[in-house]
T-cell receptor
Framework: KAGVTQTPRYLIKTRGQQVTLSCSPISGHRSVSWYQQTPGQGLQFLFEYFSETQRNKGNFPGRFSGRQFSNSRSEMNVSTLELGDSALYLC???FGSGDYNEQFFGPGTRLTVL | AQRVTQPEKLLSVFKGAPVELKCNYSYSGSPELFWYVQYSRQRLQLLLRHISRESIKGFTADLNKGETSFHLKKPFAQEEDSAMYYCALFMDTGRRALTFGSGTRLQVQP
């Protein structure tokens, strides 16, 4: 099976702009979770989508949003970018939601905000 | 609130030496605990979970509920074990998501 893919791999934006990141899960997986990874805060959970519905949400401001399409592909959007949003954004897919299902991680999108 | 603590940012050992990567957690419910590993230029991947009670690549981890710990151990480190290791907690209630520790970089020297 092909692994989780994320596009783009690298992105440079300026403060105030918005950005959309994309994640394609492993075929057959219906859950997609997003994480932000920074040197200071480590890996932090953003949100999880399952069957096009947000199931869980982390402690991030409303500028961070996401959605999931019927083919399970997911997008994450960050509006009004701030310097502190510079991070590696990881998505992970799993078969189900609720009880733990092994999450398979993508390579990440590295976002730099100038 | 749930929390995962990995007290060591870096652990450096020689090949053949025993390894113990520490992980402590705080969670009032019934936790599920995992170790994830990220080798250089590779993706984050699951190494082992406490429920499985298995040994992967020679690594084992035992959940100690009394000490709220889930330390990762290997009796004889290999150079290929050099990587970033993350302990993670999955809650059984509320926000059902992984909470990660800050990670420990393991360096195995020849």
């Amino acid at each position: 099976k092909a692994g989780v893919t994320q596009t783009p791999r690298y992105l440079i934006k300026t403060r105030g702009q918005q950005v959309t990141l994309s994640c394609s899960p492993i075929s057959g997986h219906r859950s997609v979770s997003w994480y932000q990874q920074t040197p200071g805060q480590g890996l932090q959970f953003l949100f999880e989508y399952f069957s096009e519905t947000q199931r869980n949400k982390g402690n991030f401001p409303g500028r961070f949003s996401g959605r999931q399409f019927s083919n399970s592909r997911s997008e994450m959007n960050v509006s009004t970018l701030e310097l502190g949003d510079s991070a590696l954004y990881l998505c992970a897919s799993s078969f189900g939601s609720g009880d733990y299902n092994e999450q398979f991680f993508g390579p990440g999108t590295r976002l730099t905000v100038l | 609130a749930q929390r995962v603590t990995q007290p060591e940012k870096l652990l450096s050992v020689f090949k053949g030496a025993p390894v113990e990567l520490k992980c402590n957690y705080s969670y009032s419910g019934s936790p599920e605990l995992f170790w994830y590993v990220q080798y250089s230029r590779q993706r984050l991947q699951l190494l082992l979970r406490h429920i499985s009670r298995e040994s992967i690549k020679g690594f084992t981890a035992d959940l100690n509920k009394g000490e709220t710990s889930f330390h990762l151990k290997k009796p004889f480190a290999q150079e290929e074990d050099s990587a970033m290791y993350y302990c993670a907690l999955f809650m059984d209630t509320g926000r059902r998501a992984l909470t990660f520790g800050s990670g420990t970089r393991l360096q195995v020297q020849p």
